[in-house]
Each structure stands twice: as C-alpha cells, then as structure tokens.
C-alpha cells in the first residue's frame, strides 16, 4: 500500500484499511519463529492474511519463507520502497538477534540483506533497521533472540548480540507511539505471537486500544504469569513430591525445572492446538522466554539454585499434607450409607435419618 508521505500519523486516529507486514529474519537466528508462526491456529497467519477475520484491515505479509516471490530484488522491492518513504503504513518484524556491527574493524558484516543496488555490497541487518525502524508504525521483535538477545547473546559471544530494543533504545517509539513490542520464545509459542500481532493490527485498525505491556515489552496478559502458576505439575510441589528422573509425572524443580520464578504461559496454551508444552511432556523449563536467558539457567538439567532449599521447606508440609488428603481421599472414595435397594427410600438429606 502506497501513500503520500507524512499521512501515517493523521490516517491513525481513524484506523488504516490496509497495512503492510516487513519480515526480516536476517538476524542471528535459525528462522525458528517464522516456522513455529506457520502452526498457529487461532488465528492462523493465512486467516489474516486472507481477510477472514473481522475487524482487520487488509494485511500484505512479506517473509522470506512463505513469499511466493522468487526471491532477489523482486522480494526486496516494498523493504527498498519502505526505506524510500514509498510504502506507508507499514508493521516492521524482526526476527533473530542484532550484532554489534560496531565491533567489527574493517569491511567485514555480522549477517546481511540483499545487495546495495549500487555497490554490489552486502547490506546488513543493522542497516536496514536504521531506514525502516523509524518509519515502520509499529515494531515488534519475534522470538527470545529478537527480544532480548538470546543464545547469541550469551557471555563470551563474539558478534556483541543484543535485542531489538537495546538496539534502537528501551525508549524508542513507533511511529505509532508503540514502543518495541517483545514476544520472546525459543521459539515463539505460536498462539502468542498471532495474539499479539492481531491486537496490534486492531489497533492499526483502530478498533482496539494499545496492548498492554510489561516493564520489558512483553504482553501482559501472556507473560503476567509463571510456568508454575499454569503446570500441571504444581500440586505435586505443594505436596512436596519431586520427580528423581524425566520419566516421572511428578514435579522437575529436582531435575533442572526454571518454571516457578519463569513467565511464560505454555502449559496452560500448550504448544500446538493445545497440545503440548515443555512440562506438559517431560520437559523441564530452562526459561528460554527470559531476558537473562540463557546465561542465568546455565547448566541446564542442574537443579535450580532455590530448589533445594524450597524442596527443604516444602518436604515437611507436604508430607503431612499427602497423608491428610489420602485419609480423606479414602473416606470420599465410600458411597454414603444411605444409597441402598430397600422398601424405604431414605436420605442423607434428612437431618432426622439413622442407618
């Protein structure tokens, strides 16, 4: 969609018809958003992107994995345009994490996009955020390595990876007045991030208010909640039960399990329809959707620096919990006396009733 330049801001107070996706996964990533996208299911990104879902306006999706575009200058034509003033409005989606190219002497690159057209020269990530960020009515960084940094930003990397919103600033702004909108995961839950990138587009639309976001970007009614607060595993913590091994049902704080102190909603959403979910299937939590991810969880498998001594509170409590609700567990597994086969019809509601 091609507008005259400068109308963005004016068009947005009553909603755009149209607006364009820019997808770059040029970032130091294995592309493992975009394919993790393409199982969401509600919505799917083909009912966006084919209209079906009311509300939104017409949405142009350009991404390198699911372009029918044979690729070269062809698929780079609305980012060029986009860069130029041209293509208006548009949403920008990063996906990987961002290199520091300023650490690098000489003419050498982290990771690049397409050619400049004039020199021939590979042109990198870094650039091209520099002409589309400020232009773009909304950015949003899709996946853990976009957000905050992820395994490429781990201690001791050399290419000085960091997230989207440490790159333009925690206080940058759209021109929407968005600031960076962080969807973390290794990667993206699918569900999440179409969640999201629908509110967005309702607000493009005009029909729903910004989306709330925490102190670092995340959506709040996402990430407002921990892995443990939503696992199917927590009563067996609160009795203090605790797997040995992963083939156990019971709860993996013992075995290397992050979930209590992680925000992440997974096992509550699952993974695919609903299905799925780290715990949910034997896995435990190594907090991939978090900023310090994955320096802080590392070595994974090991128990958690709190396990043991939440393991040490909660053992006694549990113990005598477990007992309580087994006796119990045992009465309530009874019929009540008065449910028989007799001439007389009896029961347990009647105050003035003997067996």
């Known amino acids: 969609m091609t507008t005259q330049s400068g109308t963005t801001e004016a068009k947005a107070s009553s909603g755009f018809d149209e607006i364009t996706i820019l997808w770059i996964s040029e970032g130091m990533s294995c592309d493992g958003d975009t394919v993790s996208l393409t199982a969401a299911g509600q919505p799917s990104i083909e009912d966006v992107v084919l209209g079906l879902i009311p509300g939104l306006p017409k949405v142009n999706l350009v991404n390198k994995v699911l372009s029918p575009s044979l690729g070269g200058e062809d698929f780079l034509a609305p980012y060029r345009a986009a860069a130029r003033g041209e293509l208006e409005p548009f949403i920008l989606v990063i996906e990987g994490s961002v290199p520091n190219q300023n650490i690098i002497e000489g003419d050498g690159y982290w990771t690049s996009f397409g050619n400049d057209p004039e020199t021939g020269r590979p042109q990198t990530l870094n650039h091209w955020i520099d002409q589309l960020a400020p232009k773009a009515w909304a950015v949003v960084a899709a996946g853990t390595c976009a957000t905050f940094g992820g395994i490429h930003a781990m201690a001791g990397n050399p290419t000085g990876c960091m997230g989207l919103a440490d790159y333009l600033g925690w206080e940058f ?21 179409m969640e999201t990138l629908v509110w967005v587009l309702q607000h493009a639309a005009g029909s729903a208010p910004p989306p709330p976001l925490d102190h670092m970007l995340r959506p709040q009614w996402l990430f407002g909640k921990t892995v443990h607060e939503g696992c199917d595993r927590a009563a067996y913590y609160e009795q203090g039960d605790f797997s040995k091994d992963y083939n156990s049902p019971k709860c993996q704080v013992k075995v290397g399990c992050w979930g209590p102190v992680v925000n992440c909603n997974v096992p509550k959403r699952g993974w695919m329809a609903g299905i799925g979910g780290c715990p949910n299937v034997g896995g435990i939590c190594i907090g991939c959707t978090m900023p310090s991810f994955p320096d802080a969880f590392m070595p994974f498998m090991d128990e958690p620096p709190g396990g043991t001594l939440s393991s040490m509170v909660i053992r006694p409590y549990g113990a005598v919990i477990r007992r309580l609700r087994g006796l119990t ?22 105050p003035h009733w003997r067996a």
């Open 329 to 350: 567990n045992d009465m309530v597994n009874h019929e009540p006396r008065w449910r028989h086969n007799k001439r007389r019809l009896t029961s347990g509601y009647d």
């Open 173 to 193: 702004r759209a021109r929407s007045g968005l600031p960076v909108v962080n969807v973390p995961g290794c990667p993206i839950q699918p569900e999440n991030f």
